[in-house]
């Protein structure tokens, strides 16, 4: 089973400022490793997929890269509605597998 | 409009079994795998099982392999969850996740979750 590791668990930032999400892999993935965003109380929704690409709809202040077992999201300017819970997972090999999640919260 | 609508979740006592279902509307049902994703409560996402869009293969987490049967009525447009010899460790928001490939690919689209409650 390939673990995803999220750091940090909880991530303190300001309004406005660069947020940098780390997951990494226990095994070489190929891009197939996404990211979705969860509020409370709602699904999970798709943020990027292959590592790199903005699902439909995500604006340009996140991004994804990374390959092999290191991956990261960076959010540039964290607005308000950023502020949530990040999940990363593969899915390159059976079990798919999700990261613990980030809590992105306001400092 | 991608829609997908769980139901079934409920209180069931350990031990017990009960039917997920996911009614699935707004793309082509047959085209795409499908899995369960589950969250307990306060925790993280836990991938359960996928089947694929047309020739039904399936895959299941060591977690409830042996216990959980994923389906799919492809005529239908529902996807489906039996589940056996339930445990508290099964207590969990159920989510449907409609994947972007016949055999793979991300989950793209999620529906709103069924909760299921196993407790004597």
């Known amino acids: 089973e390939i673990v995803m590791t999220q750091s940090p668990a909880t991530l303190s930032v300001s309004p406005g400022e660069r947020a940098t999400l780390s997951c990494r892999a226990s095994?070489?993935?190929?891009?197939?490793l996404a990211w979705y965003r969860q509020k409370p109380g709602q699904p999970p929704s798709l943020l990027i997929y292959?590592?790199?690409t903005r699902a439909t709809g995500i604006p340009a202040r996140f991004s994804g890269s990374g390959s092999g077992t290191e991956f990261t999201l960076t959010i540039s300017s964290l607005q308000s509605e950023d502020f949530e819970v990040y999940y990363c997972?593969?899915?390159?090999?059976?079990?798919?597998?999700f990261g613990g999640g980030t809590k992105v919260e306001i400092k | 409009e991608v829609q997908l609508l769980e139901s079934g979740g409920g209180l069931v006592r350990p031990g017990g079994s009960l039917r997920l279902s996911c009614a699935a509307s707004?793309?082509?049902?047959?085209?795409?795998?499908m899995s369960w994703v589950r969250q307990a409560p306060g925790k993280g996402l836990e991938w359960v099982s996928d089947?694929?869009?047309?020739?039904?293969?399936?895959h299941y987490a060591d977690s409830v392999n042996g216990r959980f049967t994923i389906s799919r009525d492809n005529s239908k447009d529902t996807l489906y969850l039996q589940m056996n010899s339930l445990r508290a460790e099964d207590t969990a928001l159920y989510y449907c996740?409609?994947?972007?490939?016949?055999?793979?690919?991300?989950?793209?689209?999620w529906g709103q979750g069924t909760l299921l409650t196993v407790s004597s």
């Open positions: 089947i694929s869009g047309n020739d039904f293969s399936t």
């Open positions: 095994q070489s993935l190929s891009s197939n």
């Open positions: 707004g793309f082509t049902f047959s085209s795409y795998a």
């Open positions: 292959g590592a790199s």
């Open positions: 996740a409609k994947r972007t490939g016949n055999y793979g690919g991300n989950f793209d689209q």
């Open positions: 997972q593969q899915y390159d090999k059976w079990p798919l597998t």
